[in-house]
């Protein structure tokens, strides 16, 4: 439902050419906050408030602007200047905070449904598109993968050899690209890799 799609790919090259110029000068990087910018797409939606019982409300438009995005940054510099007002908040309602955005953020992804539907049986399956084109062992094969993926990531970056870490990034881009369409199909990759909201767009279509 986004009219102005490309506007967070043109951000990602952005932040790209920043992480570039901070590398070659040796300065700290900078990294998209995607847990508040999801959150902030979300607040953003507008969905349908008339629909049958059961039914998934639709998306029906997103107010597309950047003056809240302003905003929140403006404020953030600001509190630079006063360093008091940062250093009374204590540690743990700021962690209370990043935890609660990250909960809540977890609730959308397409993974953490998959896992969930690991511990159910297929009849009780909600009604997504993955669940209709794709067959229940390569849904769980792709979550098991996935999660493995996960595990070995989170391992390595609390492991000693932590340095490799972007190497790792880059070998599983490779086998994403080159690995699993081994496994899965053209078709099971498309509807199993994507986000949900790509997916309801197209059920919405059909």
Same mark, same amino acid.
């Given at each position: 439902?986004?009219?102005?799609?490309?506007?967070?790919?043109?951000?990602?090259?952005?932040?790209?050419?920043?992480?570039?110029?901070?590398?070659?000068?040796?300065?700290?990087?900078?990294?998209?906050?995607?847990?508040?910018?999801?959150?902030?797409?979300?607040?953003?939606?507008?969905?349908?408030?008339?629909?049958?019982?059961?039914?998934?409300?639709?998306?029906?438009?997103?107010?597309?602007?950047?003056?809240?995005?302003?905003?929140?940054?403006?404020?953030?510099?600001?509190?630079? !200047?006063?360093?008091?007002?940062?250093?009374?908040?204590?540690?743990?309602?700021?962690?209370?905070? !990043?935890?609660?955005?990250?909960?809540?953020?977890?609730?959308?992804?397409?993974?953490?449904?998959? !896992?969930?539907?690991?511990?159910?049986?297929?009849?009780?399956?909600?009604?997504?598109?993955?669940?209709?084109?794709?067959?229940?062992?390569?849904?769980?094969?792709?979550?098991?993968?996935?999660?493995?993926?996960?595990?070995?990531?989170?391992?390595?970056?609390?492991?000693?050899?932590?340095?490799?870490?972007?190497?790792?990034?880059?070998?599983?881009?490779?086998?994403?690209?080159?690995?699993?369409?081994?496994? !899965?199909?053209?078709?099971?990759?498309?509807?199993?890799?994507?986000?949900?909201?790509?997916?309801?767009?197209?059920?919405?279509?059909?």
């Amino acid at each position: 439902r986004l009219v102005k799609g490309s506007s967070p790919n043109w951000d990602t090259l952005l932040m790209g050419i920043i992480l570039l110029i901070c590398s070659l000068f040796g300065l700290p990087w900078l990294c998209a906050d995607s847990i508040r910018t999801m959150t902030h797409i979300k607040t953003l939606t507008v969905y349908s408030k008339h629909h049958a019982p059961g039914e998934r409300p639709r998306v029906l438009y997103i107010y597309e602007q950047r003056i809240t995005i302003v905003l929140v940054h403006l404020l953030v510099g600001i509190l630079l !200047f006063f360093p008091t007002v940062i250093q009374s908040i204590p540690l743990a309602v700021l962690l209370g905070v !990043f935890l609660f955005l990250g909960f809540v953020s977890l609730s959308g992804l397409q993974f953490v449904k998959r !896992f969930k539907m690991l511990f159910m049986s297929s009849k009780y399956f909600p009604d997504y598109s993955f669940t209709k084109k794709v067959r229940t062992p390569k849904i769980h094969l792709f979550t098991i993968l996935q999660l493995i993926f996960t595990v070995v990531m989170f391992g390595i970056k609390l492991s000693p050899v932590s340095a490799i870490f972007p190497l790792l990034v880059v070998g599983i881009a490779i086998i994403r690209r080159y690995g699993m369409p081994r496994i !899965f199909s053209h078709t099971e990759i498309h509807e199993l890799d994507r986000e949900d909201s790509e997916s309801e767009d197209e059920s919405d279509a059909e």
